[in-house]
T-cell receptor
Framework: KQEVTQIPAALSVPEGENLVLNCSFT??????LQWFRQDPGKGLTSLLL???SQREQTSGRLNASLDKSSGRSTLYIAASQPGDSATYLC??????????WGAGTKLIIKP | DAGVIQSPRHEVTEMGQEVTLRCKPI?????LFWYRQTMMRGLELLIY????????DSGMPEDRFSAKMPNASFSTLKIQPSEPRDSAVYFC????????????FGPGTRLTVL
């Protein structure tokens, strides 16, 4: 059974720092992996989707990597801003096309 | 496009009452998903539809929960009778296909059952 883990559960860093969020999964047989952002009291917004054949995806200050063999993905945020404060969730699409979700990392960027 | 629309945004009801949550997916999307989010259990998939047909309802917690999708632009999630443990945020999401496409989430309905 696929399990997705995100560590740490919470992270607080000063504005301007580069940071990395981690996501690990137990079964390497995945179709893709997505990173989402959730702001308090709101829905989830898709940030990046990495297909199983890809190693990374970039969007602006965000870069997501995928290493299927080791069951890991990272979300790199460059030059963090207070507006980046949110909960970040990763989800893998398993062999049954189901999205399996991590519990999320709550990120706080201090001005 | 307005995105996925959910109503109501907030619902407070008493135990035993029927609750109906509504969702309008993004026009042209063929798949619709209902999720529940709580602090204890995180995000859980309840059911998903493809072309208005329920494909997987294994996440529906019990018979008190039912979902319908009478047409491509509307879906409901009903809880009858509601219980305090049903209190959660319920999200609806839609995607172009059911396979590997990005899901777009609505703002959610915060349900409180007293």
């Amino acid at each position: 059974k696929q399990e997705v883990t995100q560590i740490p559960a919470a992270l607080s860093v000063p504005e301007g720092e580069n940071l990395v969020l981690n996501c690990s999964f137990t079964d390497s047989a995945i179709y893709n992996l997505q990173w989402f952002r959730q702001d308090p009291g709101k829905g989830l917004t898709s940030l990046l989707l990495i297909q199983s054949s890809q190693r990374e995806q970039t969007s602006g200050r965000l870069n997501a990597s995928l290493d299927k063999s080791s069951g890991r993905s990272t979300l790199y945020i460059a030059a963090s801003q207070p507006g980046d404060s949110a909960t970040y969730l990763c989800a893998v699409r398993d062999s049954n096309y189901q999205l399996i979700w991590g519990a999320g990392t709550k990120l706080i960027i201090k001005p | 496009d307005a995105g996925v629309i959910q109503s109501p945004r907030h619902e407070v009801t008493e135990m035993g009452q029927e609750v109906t949550l509504r969702c309008k997916p993004i026009s042209g999307h063929n798949s619709l998903f209902w999720y529940r989010q709580t602090m204890m259990r995180g995000l859980e998939l309840l059911i998903y539809f493809n072309n208005n047909v329920p494909i997987d309802d294994s996440g529906m917690p019990e018979d008190r929960f039912s979902a319908k999708m009478p047409n491509a632009s509307f879906s409901t999630l009903k809880i009858q009778p509601s219980e305090p443990r049903d209190s959660a945020v319920y999200f609806c999401a839609s995607s172009l296909g059911q396979g590997t496409d990005t899901q777009y989430f609505g703002p959610g309905t915060r349900l409180t059952v007293l």
